[in-house]
């Protein structure tokens, strides 16, 4: 056990210190990685050390690699290696975590952990919450507690109300919960990409009158687009006047709650009835752990609690207990509250701040060297670490443009020094970058722009 142990310890630190020289991004055809890693079960038990070999050179080494520094894509995942030995003990104890009754040492740092999540994001003493996957599983279990406990289980012609912006998984939970696109409301956006709050009022006035129920309004705390903030107090006074859950979905951007601009920025993300945060995005912890926090812990139990003969001895009386079965949809639970408790006490509160404040800072960088070029446009200013670009040489058509954007950053993927994709905004196609590695300098910044503009020249 020891020798395997020491072996995976000595691969996953090589790849950590040996990231510089990384190809940011490493793919081979599905061909090649069946003829390496296929074949039928093999009958007799072979080597684990030339197995982790095998792994390291076929497996590890053709993955993209999202906690590498010069990962701008999409959500860039840098974890902490205290994160990933948490985990690691974590399986290694195989710590069932779905209630009291297996593990109460487990239980009690989820709760704690949740609980430091709710002070920083300003959530009541009576608020609870649990950790998850991940935001996908937090907003499909914060609309199921939504509807649960506006519509009771009554109605099926609740409505849903939400930005053009707001994240997809939003629109895969509502699927999955059965409310079809007849009940779901994407609304447009103003010119800085924050829901148009007048079309949301609009819009629930409407459906009132043809007999809807409006029941949830879901306000983004950072977009994955461009970091947009929805205009979250007025938000929650449209839900209140309308009776309605408001869930917000910070899974990237609710981590800006521990800087001064993140907590200017996301005012009123504390009159949430639930909100969705993801210590695997910007709390710097290893895959998979999502987070939802709700105003009144009771509210996850109505909706989530069912019994069963074979756990009523889980039901300890007396004991301040939370068996966590009851606030979610999983019973078996792994204990993903530790990475964060662990990584949170060793490295303090003091350089979560300022990891996250350096991601804000190098995205205004960029921004700022960007300006300084004349090909170069900025389509939407650095929001919470998140910035979106054009390649723009003057006279260049909206299609031109496209294309550029497309194909600089398909270079920017073959060449491998970083990795940055496109979105659209405003049914343009832009390069998006979110340059929030705390190990990123801003040497790397300088250099990537050197490299887009190599690649731009050898395009336009
Ligand atoms: C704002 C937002 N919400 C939800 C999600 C979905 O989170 P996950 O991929 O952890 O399920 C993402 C993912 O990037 C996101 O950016």
């Not at 310890?9 to 055809?29: C, F, G, N, P, R």
């Not at 649990?130 to 609740?158: H, Q, V, Y």
């Not at 029941?215 to 839900?239: R, Y």
């Amino acid at each position: 056990m020891r020798r395997i142990g020491y072996k995976v310890i000595d691969t996953i630190v090589e790849h950590l210190t040996d990231m510089e020289d990384l190809k940011i991004h490493a793919q081979k055809s599905p061909q090649y990685l069946n003829e390496k890693l296929g074949g039928t079960i093999p009958n007799k038990g072979q080597n684990p050390l030339h197995l982790i070999d095998q792994a390291k050179q076929e497996v590890f080494a053709n993955i993209l690699h999202v906690d590498h520094p010069r990962f701008y894509a999409f959500i860039p995942s840098p974890g902490n290696f205290m994160g990933v030995m948490a985990d690691t003990l974590a399986k290694g104890f195989n710590v069932f975590n779905g209630h009291w009754l297996a593990g109460s040492g487990s239980a009690a740092i989820e709760r704690i952990t949740v609980d430091w999540l709710k002070d920083i994001c300003r959530f009541p003493k009576k608020g609870g919450g649990l950790f998850l996957s991940g935001g996908s599983m937090a907003n499909l279990s914060a609309i199921a507690t939504a509807r649960k406990i506006k519509l009771k289980d009554e109605g099926k012609r609740g409505v849903v109300y939400y930005s053009n912006q707001t994240h997809s998984s939003l629109a895969k939970g509502l699927k999955v919960l059965g409310i079809g696109e007849k009940y779901r409301r994407p609304l447009p956006t103003d010119q800085d990409l924050r829901i148009d709050i007048k079309a949301l009022e609009k819009a629930i006035k409407r459906d009132l009158k043809r007999g809807l129920r409006p029941f949830c309004i879901v306000g983004n705390a950072g977009t994955t687009n461009a970091g947009a903030v929805d205009p979250l107090e007025k938000m929650a006074k449209i839900a209140e006047k309308y009776n309605c859950w408001l869930h917000i979905d910070g899974a990237y951007g609710a981590a800006a709650m521990l800087t001064k601009t993140g907590r200017k920025a996301l005012k009123g993300i504390e009159m949430g009835d639930s909100l969705t945060l993801d210590p695997h995005k910007w709390w710097f912890q290893p895959m998979e752990m999502g987070c939802l926090l709700v105003k009144d812990a009771n509210h996850l139990k109505t909706t989530f609690q069912v019994s069963a003969e074979y756990l009523e001895d889980t039901k300890a009386k007396g004991l301040e207990e939370i068996n966590y079965y009851d606030h979610g949809i999983q019973l078996t639970r792994s204990f993903r509250a530790l990475k964060l408790y662990l990584s949170l006490k060793t490295f303090g509160l003091k350089a979560f701040k300022k990891a996250i404040q350096k991601g804000m800072d190098m995205a205004d960088y960029t921004e700022k060297l960007l300006r300084k070029e004349a090909d170069w446009k900025i389509i939407t200013p650095a929001q919470l670490g998140i910035l979106n670009f054009i390649y723009a040489p003057k006279g260049a058509s909206r299609s031109a443009i496209d294309t550029y954007s497309k194909e600089i950053a398909e270079k920017v993927m073959h060449d491998g020094f970083a990795m940055i994709t496109t979105t659209k905004i405003d049914d343009l196609t832009v390069l998006r970058m979110c340059p929030i590695h705390p190990g990123l300098m801003k040497s790397d910044i300088k250099e990537t722009i050197k490299k887009l503009k190599q690649f731009a020249r050898e395009v336009g």
